[in-house]
C-alpha cells in the first residue's frame, strides 16, 4: 500500500544551522510529492511539492529532490530562522487516486 | 481574498450534543476535505467530498457526517456517537486537476465539557 515515513521530532536547532527532515516513501504508480507547514495554531499550507522523479522543489530557502532510487523526498534549508518554528508534514499522491497521505509530522524548533 | 473560513475558532461540546463545525471557501474549488488532527497523529482524512451533492467517507468517518450543497460549503457536525471528539480539525479543498494541491483553513478546535 501508499505510505510516508518521516523522522520522529521533535527537532531542535539553533539558528543559522543546517536542516535536513527525512522523508521515505511507499507507493504504487508515480507519486507526486509534497511538503506542507503548519505553524503554531494554523492550517497547514503548501511549501514545495515534486511530481516526478529528480525534480527538486523549493521554496523560501527549503528544498526537497524527489529521488525514486531511494524513495526518499527529504527537506533541507541551508541556515534555519526562529520563524522556521513549525511542525512540517510530508505527503504524496499516489498516481492512481487523488487523496493525499500523509506523514505524521516533525516538529521543528529554532532557537535563537 | 480568497481562501477558506472556518469557525467557530473554539468550539466545546456537552455530553449527548451534536456540534457542527463550518467550513467556507471563495476559491471556485471542486473538491473539499475534513480532517482531524490529533498530537502524534498526523492528519485523518474524515470525509471528502469532490464535487456538490456527493461525498465519500475516508479512514475515520464514524461519529461524523458531512452535507454539499453548495459548492463553497462543507460542514462536518460532530455527533454524539462520537466518543472522543476532542481534536483540532482541518477543513481544506483543492481543483480538480492533476496536482490536487490542498489549500487549508486556519481549523477549529473542539474540545469536550
Known amino acids: 500500500g501508499n505510505s510516508v515515513t518521516q523522522m520522529e521530532g521533535p527537532v531542535t536547532l539553533s539558528e543559522e544551522a543546517f536542516l535536513t527532515i527525512n522523508c521515505t516513501y511507499t507507493?504504487?504508480?508515480?507519486?507526486?510529492l509534497f511538503w506542507y507547514v503548519q505553524y503554531p495554531g494554523e492550517g497547514l499550507q503548501l511549501l514545495l511539492k515534486?511530481?516526478?522523479a529528480d525534480d527538486k522543489g523549493s521554496n523560501k530557502g527549503f528544498e526537497a529532490t524527489y529521488r525514486k532510487e531511494t524513495t526518499s523526498f527529504h527537506l533541507e534549508k541551508g541556515s534555519v530562522q526562529v520563524s522556521d518554528s513549525a511542525v512540517y508534514f510530508c505527503?504524496?499522491?499516489?498516481?492512481?487516486?487523488?487523496?493525499?497521505?500523509w506523514g505524521l509530522g516533525t516538529s521543528l524548533a529554532v532557537n535563537p | 481574498d480568497g481562501g477558506i473560513t472556518q469557525s467557530p475558532k473554539y468550539l466545546f461540546r456537552k455530553e449527548g450534543q451534536n456540534v457542527t463545525l463550518s467550513c467556507e471557501q471563495n476559491?471556485?474549488?471542486?473538491?473539499m476535505y475534513w480532517y482531524r488532527q490529533d498530537p502524534g497523529q498526523g492528519l485523518r482524512l474524515i470525509y471528502y467530498?469532490?464535487?456538490?451533492?456527493?461525498?465519500q467517507k475516508g479512514d475515520i468517518a464514524e461519529g461524523y457526517s458531512v452535507s454539499r450543497e453548495k459548492k463553497e460549503s462543507f460542514p462536518l457536525t460532530v455527533t454524539s456517537a462520537q466518543k472522543n471528539p476532542t481534536a483540532f480539525y482541518l477543513c481544506?479543498?483543492?481543483?480538480?486537476?492533476?496536482?490536487?494541491?490542498?489549500?487549508f483553513g486556519a481549523g477549529t478546535r473542539l474540545s469536550v465539557l
Open positions: 476559491l471556485n474549488h471542486d473538491a
Open positions: 467530498s469532490q464535487i456538490v451533492n456527493d461525498f
Open positions: 481544506a479543498s483543492s481543483l480538480q486537476g492533476a496536482e490536487n494541491i490542498q489549500y
Open positions: 515534486a511530481t516526478k
Open positions: 505527503a504524496l499522491m499516489p498516481g492512481n487516486n487523488r487523496k493525499l497521505i
Open positions: 507507493a504504487t504508480g508515480y507519486p507526486s
